[in-house]
């Protein structure tokens, strides 16, 4: 049986979630070929980036069915995801076009429940030096609650060729 | 035009990692249904624990398109979800039944790149409290070489009812 | 021999280094009878605190070569000794009369070398929560230059009586 | 009133912490004379390295007044400087002896009460790249207990001659 008459299948039966899903999923897969996104797991997360002025970058990402955890809320690794996803696309903004930036550590605090509508990323630098960057980032709920705190290390790197 | 319809028409024009990833998508919508995973990310990381003795868990994923980020390399969001369950997988299994854990801290260190056919996730208790747990957890590749260092808090609270 | 005989052996042939480090120790002790410090290593490390508006803490401390590493750098036990003295003592400053609290981890991000005369830790409060403080540290040198910034998670537990 | 009046006039009235702390400062200034330790606050620690194989090294310090803070328990920060002091001490013999590592960062988990006789820190390696070691530190009661548990990140770069 080809792919499309598993999803068909799939579909007739499925729980209205499980369309939800499966409509986010067919989203994700466009968002790549529409070059939204560049990775699976941004397009999967719905992730929209802007860089604001000055050395700051805003992540936002829609709360979906797709991030949450066994108890509803955002999960921890997808709160990582995000935050290491904004705190690196504000490395590589900050470092010379021939360069990459390697996350080397990170950690995060996790302070409140991530459940709302959307939540947003803002990442800051917090020292730019030649061979490695220091950043900070922060997750929000709609409600302006802080979720989570992280702070990165990012490893200046020859990019290949 | 409705859903089922929808991903035939992408299906029909997909490139052959679309196609991969469609899949993917599918058979993690059935790891959901099967209750081999209870979480979507968990399912779309295809994650399979297995508790070892003393103390000890252990999580494989295979890896997949799904996983990786613009240079083919296991995400570090995502090495840190693998971290972030398997520690907290093993942090619940260490607490009293009307007892849950959350993760109140993270802090993970990368060290090699992810690549290969899988990777597996070892964690461990580094102290058991009776309020909180700190956790560790290592990422290996198939060829045995360390990839990620994490170590965690967990917060022990009573459960919702 | 008795103690006083043996400072007494001991400075006559001192050098000048070891007769400034003798004279900080003297200050030290005086410094722990008139109240200055409450801790033998708070007044060893001439630390001055002074509460900011709003929720900000600001300690300073000078150079001196008993902080100094083998590179005649301030030691990175020692800006940690600053950092966790400075986001405790502003914890302790958030938390009702009858409670205390302890420090559960710290992160500390090291991005310049600690010269000059003096350091300045500035402390910031992240997350307030009913058992849980989480609190940002900064240490500056006397020409503005970030050489550490920490983030740390502070318990709150009845205080002993 | 030169130095040593000043001493003896302060030790004629000084309580016995006073004198134990003035006797444990002569001391850490002969340590530092005799070649014991290399930096006053690894003096004033008592602190004593040893190596074990495989990449593993071992420090011990005794407890004393001068580590503890105002609760009679081990200062988090003279922890910190244990910890960081035994994994960069690791750290110098794992380089080649034209190099220099530098501490980039180091996140400690405090688990238990630092009380008893004397510390004990183990250091061991996580990661040992060409740029970069990733280290671990646990610091012991003689209880045997686990006070707290450390990882660490050291830069390797050229040692200045």
């Known amino acids: 049986m080809d792919l499309a008459q598993q999803w068909s299948e799939f579909l007739i039966e499925a729980t209205e979630e499980e369309r939800e899903v499966a409509s986010l999923y067919l989203e994700s897969l466009k968002r790549i070929q529409s070059g939204k996104n560049g990775t699976h797991i941004g397009a999967l997360m719905g992730i929209k980036s802007e860089f604001q002025e ?22 921890g690794g997808l709160t990582a995801t995000l935050l290491d996803s904004a705190m690196g696309t504000l490395a590589f903004k900050l470092i010379p076009e021939d360069k990459a930036a390697v996350t080397t550590e ?10 709302g509508n959307e939540f947003t990323c803002v990442a800051n630098v917090i020292h730019k030096g030649s061979k ?29 060729v």
């Open 54 to 75: 000055p050395d700051t970058l805003t992540m936002t990402i829609p709360n979906t069915a797709i991030l949450q955890n066994s108890l509803d809320i955002l999960h």
């Open 132 to 160: 490695l960057l220091v950043m900070e980032g922060k997750v929000f709920r709609d409600d302006q609650t802080l979720i989570a705190h992280a702070t990165g290390s990012f490893f200046i790197i020859p990019k290949r």
């Open 106 to 115: 990170m950690k995060i605090n996790y302070v409140a429940k991530g459940v």
